[in-house]
């Protein structure tokens, strides 16, 4: 299971290292895939920064259920893009779609390892 994690953690951290410098040096190419650096923009930079060092962390302190928990939300945000960008055919749509089946499969690898503890009442 590590390994998987591991692996899910290491491609939030290898898409997202690029994507949120090119955001810092408000880049052309992330205006064409992103829209304009307005207020929006800004928060998503602050998801992507946030995804980005949680990811970080979990890679030196993999703790599976707060892994699983990062890796269950961007799974739902990213199968969402397609409605919310109102179309597939968006490179950002695409790529999201790909990462979060990827995610998924470590999700389903999380719980059924350690999922009976995950849900344990207090």
Same mark, same amino acid.
């Given at each position: 299971?590590?390994?998987l ?9 290898? *898409? =997202? #290292?690029? @994507?949120? &410098? ?6 052309? %190419? ?7 650096? +307005? ?6 930079f ?10 970080? *962390? =979990? #890679?030196? @302190?993999? &703790? ?6 990062? %890796? ?7 199968? +969402? ?42």
């Open positions: 299971m590590p390994t994690m591991t692996l899910s953690l290491a491609v939030n951290i290898l *898409v =997202l #290292v690029p @994507i949120v &410098v090119l955001m810092s040096i408000k880049s052309p %190419l992330v205006d064409e895939a992103c829209g304009l650096f +307005t207020a929006a923009r800004r928060i998503l602050s998801i992507c920064f946030t995804i980005l060092s949680a990811s970080i *962390v =979990l #890679v030196n @302190i993999p &703790v599976p259920a707060f892994v699983a928990a990062l %890796l269950l939300m961007q799974v739902v945000y990213k199968i +969402t893009t397609p409605v919310t960008v109102g179309r597939l055919q968006n490179p950002v749509v695409m790529s999201n779609l790909l990462i979060a089946a990827f995610h998924s499969a470590t999700l389903v690898r999380i719980f059924s390892t350690i999922g009976e503890v995950l849900f344990a009442l207090g």
